[in-house]
C-alpha cells in the first residue's frame, strides 16, 4: 500500500507520529517541518493522492531563484503529519525534534493549469505555486534523473513577485513557536522611486529588559523616509509629504550617500545637550538655533534587494557603512537586553523615552507591529485642534484650545490646553485658527466649557501635547502644547485606547476563550471546528482571517443592519439565515426596524468594530450581509449594484466579457464604478450614490443600465428574473437594490470550496484568465498589503443620474 515504508520505518509505541491512514480529507494542503535529527534538515511534504509526498531538504527552501536546493524524495507520510510537531523519541527512525516551519496551500502553477498534477510528478517535473507564510509563489520541484541518486530532485523557486535577490537561509526564518500561530511579512519588491509607508510601534506602559530585544533612544522629531536612487534624494513624511524643501540642508548632505537606498529615521534639532527641540524643529528654517539631525535606525533597500525579510539586526548592521562621513546623518546606536538601563539614562538627560525592538524582527512598511514598543515617561499624545477660547483676563491672544480625538470614527473632547504657548506661538495658530472658523461644534456630544466662551473650527489642525495622565473621563489632566503636527493626518489621530494595528489581536487555537478586542470580550468557541471539509479550514481559520481583514472589511459594515447567515457546521451543512437577535454581550449594538412581513420589529445586529465582526465570526457567519444604508438614513442607500449572476451553463469567462460591457456603458454615462468578485460564481458592480437617491430611484437606474449592457452583449445576457427563462444567459439582476437586500460584502469570505474572498478588483484586472479561487482566505494578506483597499471611493464619491442618462441617449 501507499505507506508500507512509512509503516515499516516506525514502532507506534514508541513513537508519537500518527499512524498510517490515507486521506483525502486535506487536498492541496502542503507543510514543511524543520526537522532537528541527526542532521539538521527541512522536511517538505505535498498532499497528493491521499498521502504526503515528501522530500527531505538539506538546506531549506529558498526564495531565491539562483538557489537549487537539492530535495531528496523519502517515503509517503499519512495526512495526518500536516499538523505534526513534537519530539521523536532516540532510538525511533528520525529521532529528533521537529517542527512546523510553514504550511498552506498549494496549487499547479497557472501557467501550467492544463497539466494534470499527478501527471507532473510522474514525470518528475512537478510546476506548483506556494500560498504559505514564508513560502510563496512558483517553484518547480524537478527530479535529477541520476540513476545513481534515483531519490534526487531540486527545489527551485521561480522569479515572481515574492522572489528575492538576496541571499536565503531558512533558519534566519526559524520560529520559536507554532508556525502556525506566527504571522510573517510577505517579499516584497521596493524601488526607490516610490514611497513607502514606514513601520509603526505600537505602545507599552512599562520598560523590560529581554536579552532577545534591542534598545534604541526615543527622539522627539518628524520620521522621514530618505529616498536615494543616482544620489538623487527625496524626503518623506510618514504621509508621503515631501520634506526636501523644508530640510534642504539634509537632503544635499544625503547626496553624498553613494548607494541606491531607502533608509528610515527621525529628524530632530538638537541643543547643545544633544536633547530634541521639537518647537523649534516646528518652526525650523536655515536661521533656527541648534544642530539639525537625522538619526538613521533602519533600511529598507539597498542597491536593488529589498531588506524587509532581513531580520533588525542584519538591517541595522549595514547602515553605518552607507552613511558613513556625512554631516547631518547619523547611525541611531542601540543595546541589547538592557532596557531598563538605557530608559533611565534617556529620563535622566531629559529624552522622552525609548523604543524597544525584537531583534529577529522583520520589516512591515505601513504596519503598527507589537514587535516594536513605544515606552515614554511624559505622556504625550496628539490631538485635533477643535475650538479655542477666549482670553478670561485679556492677558494673552487666546485662552485655550478645544481638543479632541477620534473613537470609532467620532470626535470626542479630551479637554482645553492653555500652556506652553510662546506670544509668537499663539499669534500665528490664531491667523490658522480664523480661517477655519465654523458655527457649529464638531464633536458627537457638546463638551462642558464651564463658561468659557469658544470659536469653533474646522477639525483639520493637529497638534502634539504633553500631560501627567489620562482621567477616569478620558480627559487629559494638565495638558501642555507642544507643537503642530503638520507631518500626521487628521485620520491618524485616534485614542491611544482604540489604536491598534491590523495584527494586534492574537488567537490561541484553545476550543474556547475569551477574545479581548479593544477592550471587549468576545466570546469564542470550537476553533478546531472544520468548516471547509474538503480544504481542511477551521473556524480558527476564519476567525483569524477577520482579525487580520478588520481595518478594511468594518468600514463596509458599520452602522449598517446584517443579515446573519450562519454556517455553523461547516459548508456542506446547510446555512441558516437569521435577521432578529437576542441575547448578545452588552456591549453589541442593535437596531430595531419595523418589518411589514412580520408585521413586528426586527433587532438587527450592527456591526461597528473588530470585536462585532469576531463576534459574527464565532457565530458561523463566514458571510457577512449588510444592507446597501445605514441606519441614519435606512431609505438612501450608499451604492446601487449590478450583479452579474451567471446561469449553470455559463462560464466565468462570459462574466468578465458581460462586466468589460458594463465598463464600456458606465464609461459613457462618464460614472465611476467599482468591481469585486462576488466570491462565488459572478461579479459585482458598485456604483457610489453617497446616499443621494432613494432605493426605488436607484433600482430604476440600475435597471436601465442593463438595458444598456443587455444590448451590448444580448446573445450572453438576460433580465428575465425566472432561472428557467434565462435560456442559459447571465442574468442583469438590479433587483438586488431594495430595503433589506443584502449582498456579500467587499473583503468578506464565502461559503464555497476553496474559501474565496469577495475581492474589490482594479479594471485592468477584469480580463480573460481571472479567477474567483485567485483569491483566498489563505492568500488574501498578500494582496490587502500590494494593493490597499480598492473600494475607499464607494463610500464618498456621488453620481447625477439625469446627468449620466442624458450622456447614454445620445
Not at 531563484?65 to 505534526?84: C, M, N, S
Not at 500561530?181 to 513601520?199: C, R, Y
Not at 537632503?251 to 527641540?277: C, F, S, T, Y
Not at 473588530?610 to 458561523?620: D, I, K, R, V
Request: aromatic share 10%; proline share 4%.
Amino acid at each position: 500500500m501507499a505507506l508500507e515504508d512509512y509503516n515499516k520505518k516506525r514502532d507506534f509505541n514508541k513513537t508519537p507520529e500518527p499512524t498510517a491512514e490515507v486521506s483525502h480529507e486535506d487536498a492541496g494542503r502542503f507543510v514543511i517541518q524543520r526537522h532537528k535529527a541527526s542532521r539538521l534538515h527541512y522536511d517538505l511534504r505535498l498532499e497528493l493522492e491521499g498521502v504526503l509526498k515528501s522530500w527531505a531538504v538539506p538546506k531549506g527552501p529558498s526564495m531565491n531563484p539562483d538557489d537549487k536546493r537539492l530535495a531528496i524524495q523519502t517515503e509517503d507520510h499519512p495526512v495526518k503529519y500536516l499538523t505534526f510537531h513534537g519530539t521523536i523519541p532516540k532510538g525511533n527512525y528520525g529521532a529528533g525534534v521537529m517542527k512546523i516551519w510553514d504550511e498552506g496551500t498549494y496549487r499547479i502553477a497557472p501557467e501550467y493549469k492544463d497539466m494534470d498534477l499527478v501527471k507532473q510528478f510522474e514525470n518528475g517535473d512537478l510546476k506548483i505555486e506556494f500560498f504559505g507564510r514564508k513560502i510563496k509563489g512558483t517553484f518547480a520541484l524537478v527530479h535529477t534523473k541520476r540513476k545513481e541518486a534515483d531519490n534526487h530532485w531540486l527545489l527551485i523557486k521561480k522569479k515572481d513577485n515574492y522572489s528575492t535577490d538576496l541571499g536565503y537561509d531558512a533558519e534566519v526564518f526559524k520560529d520559536d513557536t507554532s508556525a502556525a500561530t506566527k504571522k510573517n511579512t510577505p517579499v516584497k519588491k521596493l524601488d526607490p522611486d516610490e514611497f513607502v509607508k514606514p513601520m509603526l510601534a505600537s505602545f507599552s506602559k512599562d520598560i523590560f529588559n529581554d536579552k532577545s530585544w534591542v534598545y534604541e533612544l526615543k527622539w522627539d522629531g518628524y520620521r522621514v523616509m530618505a529616498h536615494i536612487k543616482d544620489s538623487k534624494v527625496q524626503l518623506y513624511s510618514r504621509n508621503g509629504i515631501s520634506y526636501n524643501t523644508k530640510f534642504k540642508a539634509l537632503a544635499k548632505d544625503l547626496e553624498g550617500v553613494e548607494h541606491d537606498v531607502i533608509l528610515d529615521g527621525e529628524v530632530v534639532i538638537v541643543n547643545d545637550d544633544g536633547i530634541p527641540q521639537f518647537q523649534a524643529l516646528q518652526n525650523y528654517d536655515e536661521t533656527t538655533s541648534g544642530t539639525l539631525r537625522y538619526y538613521v535606525f533602519d533600511m529598507l533597500f539597498l542597491n536593488g534587494h529589498s531588506m524587509l525579510e532581513l531580520t533588525l539586526l542584519e538591517r541595522k548592521s549595514l547602515i553605518p557603512d552607507v552613511i558613513e562621513n556625512l554631516s547631518y546623518t547619523l547611525y541611531c546606536d542601540h543595546i541589547e537586553g538592557m532596557g531598563a538601563a538605557l530608559y533611565k539614562k534617556a529620563i535622566d538627560a531629559g529624552m522622552e523615552g525609548v523604543v524597544a525592538k525584537k531583534i529577529d524582527s522583520t520589516y512591515s512598511p505601513g504596519y503598527r507591529s507589537d514587535n516594536w514598543l513605544k515606552i515614554k515617561a511624559v505622556e504625550t499624545e496628539e490631538a485635533i485642534i477643535c475650538g479655542y477660547t477666549d482670553s478670561v483676563g485679556g492677558g494673552s491672544i487666546f485662552g485655550s484650545l478645544i481638543l479632541g480625538i477620534y473613537i470609532e470614527d467620532q470626535l470626542k473632547y479630551i479637554g482645553n490646553c492653555g500652556s506652553g504657548f510662546s506670544a509668537k506661538d499663539q499669534s500665528e495658530l490664531l491667523d490658522q485658527l480664523k480661517e477655519l472658523e465654523v458655527e457649529n461644534h464638531p464633536f458627537k456630544r457638546k463638551p462642558n466649557l464651564k463658561e468659557r466662551n469658544p470659536h469653533w473650527v474646522s477639525p483639520l489642525l493637529i497638534c502634539e501635547v504633553k500631560f501627567s495622565e489620562w482621567t477616569k473621563n478620558g480627559i487629559m489632566r494638565h495638558p501642555v502644547f507642544k507643537g503642530i503636527r503638520s507631518d500626521k493626518n487628521v485620520q491618524e489621530v485616534s485614542s491611544p485606547i482604540k489604536k491598534k494595528s491590523k495584527h494586534t489581536t492574537t488567537i490561541s487555537k484553545a476550543s474556547s476563550t475569551n477574545l479581548n478586542v479593544g477592550g471587549l470580550e468576545v466570546p469564542i468557541s470550537n476553533l478546531d471546528k472544520i468548516l471547509w471539509p474538503d480544504d481542511g479550514y477551521t473556524k480558527y481559520d476564519l476567525i483569524d482571517y477577520y482579525i487580520n481583514i478588520s481595518d478594511y472589511i468594518v468600514p463596509y459594515l458599520k452602522d449598517r443592519p446584517q443579515n446573519l447567515y450562519r454556517h455553523p457546521n461547516g459548508i456542506k451543512s446547510a446555512g441558516f439565515y437569521q435577521k432578529n437577535n437576542e441575547n448578545l454581550p452588552q456591549w453589541m449594538e442593535t437596531e430595531e426596524i419595523f418589518s411589514k412581513s412580520s408585521n413586528k420589529n426586527i433587532s438587527y445586529l450592527l456591526c461597528q468594530n473588530e470585536a462585532s465582526l469576531l463576534y459574527m465570526a464565532n457565530l458561523g457567519c463566514i458571510e457577512i450581509n449588510p444592507w446597501h444604508s445605514r441606519i441614519n438614513n435606512l431609505d438612501y442607500p450608499d451604492y446601487t449594484i449590478i450583479d452579474l449572476d451567471p446561469s449553470k451553463d455559463n462560464t466565468f469567462e462570459e462574466v468578465i466579457t458581460v462586466a468589460q460591457a458594463a465598463k464600456e456603458v458606465l464609461d459613457i454615462a462618464r460614472i465611476k464604478g467599482f468591481c469585486k468578485t462576488s466570491g462565488s460564481s459572478g461579479l459585482h458592480i458598485y456604483i457610489p450614490l453617497n446616499a443621494k437617491y432613494t432605493y426605488e430611484e436607484a433600482r430604476s437606474f440600475t435597471k436601465l443600465l442593463c438595458y444598456f449592457i443587455e444590448q451590448k452583449v444580448p446573445k450572453l445576457t438576460s433580465m428575465v428574473r425566472a432561472v428557467k427563462d434565462r435560456k442559459g444567459k447571465i442574468y442583469l439582476d438590479y433587483l438586488q437594490n431594495r430595503q433589506g437586500q443584502t449582498i456579500a460584502a467587499p473583503y468578506c469570505v464565502r461559503p464555497k470550496r476553496g474559501a474565496p474572498v469577495s475581492t474589490p478588483l482594479e479594471w485592468k484586472e477584469v480580463k480573460s484568465g481571472l479567477k474567483i479561487l485567485d483569491f483566498n482566505i489563505k492568500n488574501f494578506q498578500t494582496r490587502i498589503q500590494e494593493k490597499g483597499d480598492l473600494f475607499t471611493e464607494v463610500l464618498s464619491l456621488e453620481i447625477d443620474m439625469m446627468d449620466s442618462i442624458q450622456r447614454l441617449e445620445k
